[in-house]
C-alpha cells in the first residue's frame, strides 16, 4: 500500500527494491556458516591476516599484512579484531552476497555507510533469541524493511 502510494507521488513505475544483507555479530562463523547452508545465502567473505590454524586451512580467505597497507580506505567494508588476530571484508564482496560476521562496531559501519542503499539486518548472537533468528531471515528473504 505504502509503496504504491510512493509510485505515485513520486512517479516512479517500480520502486527499486533494496538488497538485503544479515549482519551476524558475533566473533565465530558457525551461525553464519549454518545460515548460509540453509538457506543458501551467501556469505560476505571475510579475510585474515593471521597465519594459518593448521595445513588444510583454505589460503583463500588469507591476505598479508603487506597487501592490506596497498589497500584504500574506502575499499574496506568491515575490520575486526578476536583474540589478537584481525578480520577484514571488502566493499566489492556485497555485490553478490547477503550475510556477513561482525562486531558491533562493524554493523554501525554498514549501517552508516551503507544503510541507504541497503537493507540492514543484525542478529546479535549474545542480545538476540535463536527463535527469533528464523524470523529474522524469513523476514529478509520476503522483502522486509530495515527496522533494527
Known sequence: MIRMYLQGLLGFEELEEKKKILCVVDKKMDI?????DKYNIPIIKTYTDRAPLYDEESSDYFITKER??????????????Y????????????????????????LQRMKDLFGMK???????????????????IENLLNGGENDS
Open 68 to 81: 592490506l597497507e596497498n589497500i584504500p580506505e574506502r575499499d574496506f567494508l568491515l575490520r575486526f579484531n
Open 118 to 136: 541497503y537493507v540492514i539486518k543484525e542478529f546479535d548472537v549474545n542480545r538476540s533469541s535463536l527463535n527469533g533468528l528464523e524470523d529474522i
Open 32 to 36: 553464519v556458516i549454518y545460515i548460509s
Open 83 to 106: 583474540k589478537g588476530d584481525n578480520y577484514y571484508s571488502f566493499v566489492r564482496d556485497l555485490e553478490d552476497r547477503n550475510i556477513c560476521l561482525t562486531d558491533r562496531d562493524g
